[in-house]
């Protein structure tokens, strides 16, 4: 079945530092992708997503590219900040058109950015 | 307008028993997914009720259950709880049509002891 690998960390880095999380995936098709931001003690909250090879989703000064390709949706910001401290999911739709409806998610790479 | 709402926000049970959750979509949403999520296993897509249907299923145990009524609130059923069934339960709604964004709720913590 289809399949999400993401990077699990935990990622510590300095405010201002470029940060990236790695993430690949196994589908048949060509499915969504979609990167999730849970903060503690709240739900995801959808941070960008990508439905087609080689769309750019972006949002917050974080970007991420989907590469066909090399089956892969890393995510990217230039300078991150105190409050991007939160865990990032990478996910994939698992409906054959691509709703988000059913989510395969990643386990998760848990974030914290120090002053 | 209003977020997810999810009741309760924590629950406790014993092995054996059954809970139910609740969950209120954002108003104007017609499909509710429900996902568990745990520290080994993440998350993992339960099931998706759209109109009152049950649209879309994962592969738990049949002791998982929900049911969606016509304003759209849901509900899933747990029941002889085991210990593995300890999790945050999410619930996440959208209009239901393709690409639309789902839209979390805060959770239900759910500790069977």
């Known amino acids: 079945g289809n399949s999400v690998t993401q990077m699990e960390g935990p990622v510590t880095l300095s405010e201002e530092a470029f940060l990236t999380i790695n993430c690949t995936y196994t589908?048949?098709?060509?499915?969504?992708l979609f990167w999730y931001v849970q903060y503690p003690g709240e739900g995801l909250q959808l941070l960008l997503k990508?439905?087609?090879?080689?769309d750019k989703g972006s949002n917050k000064g974080f970007e991420a590219t989907y590469r066909k390709e090399t089956t892969s949706f890393h995510l990217e910001k230039g300078s991150v900040q105190v409050s991007d401290s939160a865990v990032y999911f990478c996910?994939?739709?698992?409906?054959?058109?691509?709703?988000?409806?059913?989510?395969?998610f990643g386990k998760g790479t848990k974030l914290t950015v120090n002053p | 307008k209003a977020g997810v709402t999810q009741t309760p926000r924590y629950l406790i049970k014993t092995r054996g028993q059954q809970v139910t959750l609740s969950c209120s979509p954002i108003?104007?949403?017609?499909?509710v997914s429900w996902y568990q999520q745990t520290p080994g296993q993440g998350l993992q897509f339960l099931f998706e009720?759209?109109?009152?249907?049950?649209?879309n299923k994962g592969n738990f145990p049949g002791r998982f259950s929900g049911r969606q009524f016509s304003n759209s609130r849901s509900e899933m059923n747990v029941s002889t709880l085991e210990l593995g069934d300890s999790a945050l339960y999410l619930c996440?709604?959208?209009?239901?049509?393709?690409?639309?964004?789902?839209?979390f709720g805060p959770g239900t913590r759910l500790t069977v002891l």
């Open positions: 990508a439905t087609k090879a080689d």
């Open positions: 996440a709604s959208s209009l239901g049509e393709q690409y639309n964004e789902q839209f």
């Open positions: 996910a994939l739709s698992d409906l054959p058109g691509g709703g988000s409806e059913k989510l395969v």
């Open positions: 108003s104007g949403h017609r499909s």
């Open positions: 589908a048949t098709g060509y499915p969504s």
């Open positions: 009720y759209f109109s009152e249907t049950q649209r």
